[in-house]
T-cell receptor, first 114, second 112 residues
């Protein structure tokens, strides 16, 4: 599976949009982009995933560039509870059996400030 | 639904001791897995299972055993604890045809 690159840390003001970038320049055509977050000391939490189209759910939006070499996770109105480490992961296929090859990096530590 | 539960929350062992970390899920998920998380490193997959009776090794399986006798339970056994196994351990589950993994709250293990 392709490796991802994320900035180690970011800040965001409460109520503003948080835009978290992820570079995955070696992504293959059948690899999905997944985002998870981990609030301090808790287990990671799934946020969203996509293949090539932009996706939106109740938590966030995922924007994938046309060449699929990068993506951005958008939290439209960040709150203090969104302070967490955000992980961008790419994985072949939409099947848990491929989790063996997942590479979890160090993610981006997002601090939402009042 | 309780989701994914793990016990114990904290554990201190002496080198050479054995123990079992418990993991259970009530969502009827086929896929279950164990990860460890160490400071300065990403999550690393220890073992996983795609269904009852089926297990396989992940990235860092040495020193750990698993079994999957039921859909709900996936215990992780440390055979002879070593200080290098000091870590936070997370159990996760999901449907087989997805990667929306649900994680447990973690077990913080210290081996002296």
């Amino acid at each position: 599976d392709a490796k991802t690159t994320q900035p180690p840390s970011m800040d965001c003001a409460e109520g503003r949009a948080a835009n978290l970038p992820c570079n995955h320049s070696t992504i293959s055509g059948n690899e999905y982009v997944y985002w998870y977050r981990q609030i301090h000391s808790q287990g990671p939490q799934y946020i969203i995933h996509g293949l090539k189209n932009n996706e939106t759910n109740e938590m966030a939006s995922l924007i994938i560039t046309e060449d699929r070499k990068s993506s951005t996770l958008i939290l439209p109105h960040a709150t203090l509870r969104d302070t967490a480490v955000y992980y961008c992961i790419v994985r072949v296929g939409n099947n848990a059996g491929n989790n063996r090859k997942l590479i979890w990096g160090l993610g981006t530590s997002l601090a939402v400030n009042p | 639904n309780a989701g994914v539960t793990q016990t114990p929350k904290f554990q201190v062992l002496k080198t050479g001791q054995s123990m079992t970390l418990q993991c259970a899920q009530d969502m009827n998920h086929e896929y279950m897995s164990w990860y460890r998380q160490d400071p300065g490193m990403g999550l690393r997959l220890i073992h996983y299972s795609v269904g009852a009776g089926i297990t396989d090794q992940g990235e860092v399986p040495n020193g750990y055993n698993v079994s999957r006798s039921t859909t709900e339970d996936f215990p992780l056994r440390l055979l002879s604890a070593a200080p290098s196994q000091t870590s936070v351990y997370f159990c996760a589950s999901s449907r087989i045809a997805t990667n929306e993994q649900f994680f447990g709250p973690g077990t913080r293990l210290t081996v002296l």
